[in-house]
Nanobody, 116 residues
């Protein structure tokens, strides 16, 4: 079965950190660009970070730049999102997506709640 599975979400206090994982099964992530998206209550899905399949170049939206870091471990077929200095406005369901010229996959999402 071809799927992406996110994990690592949870409840954290403002200023805290979490590391999300996005693990692929049934296909090899090395051939795919990977993106992280999030959807807050009542808002649309926002793409805020991605990493290329070719040279590992990364992109961050201004809202997370300097706080979040995307990385990939091709040996583990997993992509990570290290989130530091979390803010209440980071509260959302976080999704990973993998795409190539011919395929696109989405994970089921993991909840991140930043609250004191």
């Amino acid at each position: 079965q071809l799927q992406l599975v996110e994990s690592g979400g949870g409840l954290v206090q403002p200023g805290g950190s979490l590391r999300l994982s996005c693990a692929a099964s049934g296909f090899t992530l090395v051939y795919y660009a990977i993106g992280w998206f999030r959807q807050a209550p009542g808002k649309g899905r926002e793409g805020f970070s991605c990493i290329s399949s070719s040279d590992g170049s990364t992109y961050y939206a201004d809202s997370v730049k300097g706080r979040f870091t995307i990385s990939r471990d091709n040996a583990k077929n997993t992509v990570y999102l290290q989130m530091n200095s979390l803010k209440p406005e980071d509260t959302a369901v976080y999704y990973c997506s993998a795409w190539s010229p011919s395929n696109k996959y989405w994970g089921q999402g993991t909840q991140v709640t930043v609250s004191s």
